[in-house]
């Protein structure tokens, strides 16, 4: 049986086959096309489709390619792909989960480049994105939205009654930026309180970066952020204290939310010898470079004695100027109250169509190895503003009268005490001499003298009070009053407490919290 099928097979084998040339083509052709409906129907079978995607085989991103040709193809109306790809970039930088990263188109880029120079219009307001909020990080000193009284903390909802909610910081400040001018209004929440609306009239803004004046025979140096040429007029601000006799100085990082990284190496290297460390960065690998000072050490700032003042609004790279000095030298004193907290870097990469991409690269940390983030600057000396600073806007339209009691009632004694009108105790009630105090307060301004506070007397209060505090910076008092020796340290710390009695002082932390609870 073996041999057989052997015997068969070889037999098999040695037959020749004989076919017409005519029907070989026509059996390829055939065999091609049904290779091809085959294959076809095998894809369309399939959950996507099939993607010619060039010389990039990436599997990642054969979904994104999928989304983008099936809308480009499909969608019921015609589709602009160049906002498709826009979208597609915004929403993956989105996805970081990153509040410092962001891509910009041109114009958001321009307005980038602004902020660099120190030159634009708009009202002058820091802002970050948190959640789905727009959250003002910092009022810059001497803007249209400092005089306005927005102040850190604030939650803009609402920007000439359009709604920002779920608005990137750069859609929002589109909105907020124009001529100069011109009003913009912005519905704000503070805290706790009730939707209420500020206008601001929008200015050219060119900040100076550092200003300086002489305080009871105490420098005070104020630099609003850092910028293109802010240590160039740091040295100006700083060599003047020194032909002034000046030997003790205040730096101000107050309302600072940072800037240009290499200006601030550069500022540190006003105080500290050349090749020292002012800063180290760390990159995802755990891997870190030390940046070094290059110049040699301002000589004038040998000999002064050197106070820093911050607060919830110094960010950035005013953290890391301070976090460098405190690691450098034992006798810096640090005033104030806890600062924000930003312990990374960002790295921006330019295209060719003048839009930018704005990310976080890197942690940075003191010379000692301290990072920040989250954390903040912790002073020597607490320095907390008085209640007047926390007062809650009233609104005009809402109408408070004798014998109610609420949060805004203590606001309100607040505001009218520290503008000299005796108000009793301060408290949650409406008494009768809360309602004699406000009568008074509205003979002194030609307001209807009926001992409510609603409409113009609620307006004229809030400005009165703006104006007060424009005028008075308790904190800076405070310190230069230390620095004088006419408290010691305990004593100008009770004294601050004392004055902050009566309205929550409420932490950044719980701040984040209170932002977190709103979003779920």
């Known amino acids: 049986m073996e041999d057989n099928k ?3 097979e070889t037999s098999h084998k040695s037959k020749r086959i004989s076919i017409n040339p005519f029907w070989l083509i026509i059996t ?10 085959i294959t076809a129907l095998s894809l ?3 959950s996507e489709k099939a993607v010619n995607v060039g010389t990039d085989t990436r599997s990642e991103f054969s979904k994104l390619y999928n989304v983008y040709d099936t809308i480009s193809t499909d969608f019921y109306d015609e589709v602009d792909d160049e906002e498709l790809i826009e979208s597609a970039i915004e929403g993956m930088v989105q996805g970081l989960d990153d509040p410092y990263s962001e891509y910009m188109n041109v114009d958001d880029t321009e307005a980038f480049q602004e902020t660099v120079t120190g030159d634009f219009e708009g009202i002058g307001a820091e802002v970050m994105q948190e959640g789905n909020r727009i959250v003002v990080t910092s009022p810059m000193r001497g803007s249209p939205a400092e005089a306005a009284g927005i102040e850190p903390g604030d939650q803009i909802i609402a920007v000439d009654d359009e709604n920002i909610e779920g608005m990137t910081t750069t859609e ?3 909105l907020i930026r124009g001529e100069k001018g011109t009003d913009v209004v912005l519905s704000i929440v503070r805290g706790e309180g009730e939707p209420i609306d500020i206008t601001v009239t929008r200015g050219t803004i060119h900040i100076e970066s550092v200003t300086y004046e002489e305080v009871d025979n105490v420098g005070h140096i104020s630099i609003n952020r850092f910028q293109e040429g802010t240590t160039e007029e740091f040295e100006e601000s700083i060599n003047q204290a020194s032909e002034d006799g000046v030997e003790d100085i205040i730096v101000d990082f107050r309302y600072n939310p940072g800037g240009l990284l290499s200006e601030a190496v550069s500022l540190i290297n006003q105080f500290v010898s050349k090749n020292e460390v002012a800063l180290m960065l760390e990159d995802s690998n755990g891997e870190r470079v030390e940046l070094e000072t290059e110049n040699r050490r301002n000589d004038n700032t040998e000999d002064m004695n050197v106070y820093i003042l911050i607060n919830e609004g110094s960010a950035s790279a005013s953290e890391v100027f301070t976090g460098a000095l405190n690691d450098h030298f034992d006798d810096i004193v640090i005033a104030g109250t806890q600062s924000f907290g930003k312990g990374v870097v960002q790295q921006t990469q330019n295209f060719n169509d003048n839009s930018m991409l704005k990310y976080t690269n890197t942690k940075w940390l003191t010379p000692e190895g301290t990072w920040v983030h989250e954390e903040g600057i912790t002073p020597d000396i607490e320095l907390v503003n008085p209640d007047y600073y926390r007062v ?3 609104n005009e339209d809402d ?5 109610q009691e609420s949060e805004t009632i203590t606001s309100i004694k607040v505001a009218l005490d520290t503008l000299g009108y005796d108000v009793g105790t301060i408290n949650e009630t409406f008494d009768e001499e809360l309602s004699d105090a406000v009568i008074s307060f509205q003979e002194d301004n030609d307001i209807e003298a009926d001992g409510n506070v609603t409409g113009d007397t609620s307006v004229k209060l809030m400005s009165e009070l703006r104006e007060f505090i424009n005028e008075n910076d308790a904190q800076l008092e405070y310190l230069v009053d230390y620095i004088n020796g006419e408290h010691s340290e305990e004593e100008v710390e009770n004294i601050a407490q004392e004055n902050a009695q ?4 409420k932490t950044i932390e719980e701040l984040q919290n209170e932002g977190e609870e709103t979003e779920e």
């Open 28 to 37: 390829i052709l055939a065999a091609v096309i049904l290779s091809s409906v």
């Open 6 to 8: 052997n015997n068969n």
């Open 502 to 505: 009566n309205i929550e002082i």
């Open 44 to 46: 369309e079978a399939g």
């Open 399 to 403: 109408v408070y009268t004798e014998g």
């Open 172 to 174: 929002a400040v589109q």
């Open 392 to 394: 809650e806007i009233i």
